[in-house]
T-cell receptor, first 115, second 111 residues
Framework: GAVVSQHPSWVICKSGTSVKIECRSLDFQATTMFWYRQFPKQSLMLMATSNEGSKATYEQGVEKDKFLINHASLTLSTLTVTSAHPEDSSFYIC???????????FGPGTRLTVT | GQNIDQPTEMTATEGAIVQINCTYQTSGFNGLFWYQQHAGEAPTFLSYNVLDGLEEKGRFSSFLSRSKGYSYLLLKELQMKDSASYLCAVRGTSGTYKYIFGTGTRLKVLA
């Protein structure tokens, strides 16, 4: 149980285009999902917290107009990187929690490369 | 402010024991987690401490001292497959219970 999927697992896009990453909880309802980014050899940096049916809460320094987050249902959250630039190339990881439980369940990550 | 520190890299020998330390200063505390992450993969859960003391789980143990803002992860009988990054994360007490991750420790196990 407690499986989280991400799609796509990797994506290459051209500078200036937008790319959408999906995060799904497969066998539980996720009231809260989190989006992280991770640069090589660095730790996870929380970008935003997404609650179903409400606007995402962004961490300081994360541009909400550039990283659009939609948590449309209890099993799906999406992150759209708009007008991508090479510096947006990173490993994006989502996690989900089925309410106020002690653990977050992580997706397998999405490697984004912007050329 | 929020600050979680870990050593950047550690090296140990197969079969040995290694202790990875984590010190934290956070505005709230609602549990400390250890995760293992292999390169290019998502973190996998290892252990959770919310009360002071030692939690043992097979070859892995984790210790917490809330008064000292300190935790460690102990790995016994090291295997080559234990070569990975180990992340310490503190869960806050805000309504969303978000995690703050430490800098991560890259462990290299040598034959």
């Amino acid at each position: 149980g407690a499986v989280v999927s991400q799609h796509p697992s990797w994506v290459i896009c051209k500078s200036g285009t937008s790319v959408k990453i999906e995060c799904r909880s497969l066998d539980f309802q996720a009231t809260t999902m989190f989006w992280y980014r991770q640069f090589p050899k660095q730790s996870l940096m929380l970008m935003a917290t997404s609650n179903e049916g409400s606007k995402a809460t962004y961490e300081q320094g994360v541009e909400k107009d550039k990283f659009l987050i939609n948590h449309a249902s209890l099993t799906l959250s999406t992150l759209t990187v708009t007008s991508a630039h090479p510096e947006d190339s990173s490993f994006y990881i989502c996690s989900a929690t089925p309410g106020q439980t002690y653990e977050q369940y992580f997706g397998p990550g999405t490697r984004l490369t912007v050329t | 402010g929020q600050n979680i520190d870990q050593p950047t890299e550690m090296t140990a020998t197969e079969g040995a024991i290694v202790q990875i330390n984590c010190t934290y200063q956070t505005s709230g505390f609602n549990g400390l987690f250890w995760y293992q992450q292999h390169a290019g993969e998502a973190p996998t859960f290892l252990s959770y401490n919310v009360l002071d003391g030692l939690e043992e789980k097979g070859r892995f143990s984790s210790f917490l001292s809330r008064s000292k803002g300190y935790s460690y992860l102990l790995l016994k009988e090291l295997q080559m497959k234990d070569s990975a990054s180990y992340l310490c994360a503190v869960r806050g007490t805000s309504g969303t219970y978000k995690y703050i991750f430490g800098t991560g420790t890259r462990l290299k196990v040598l034959a």
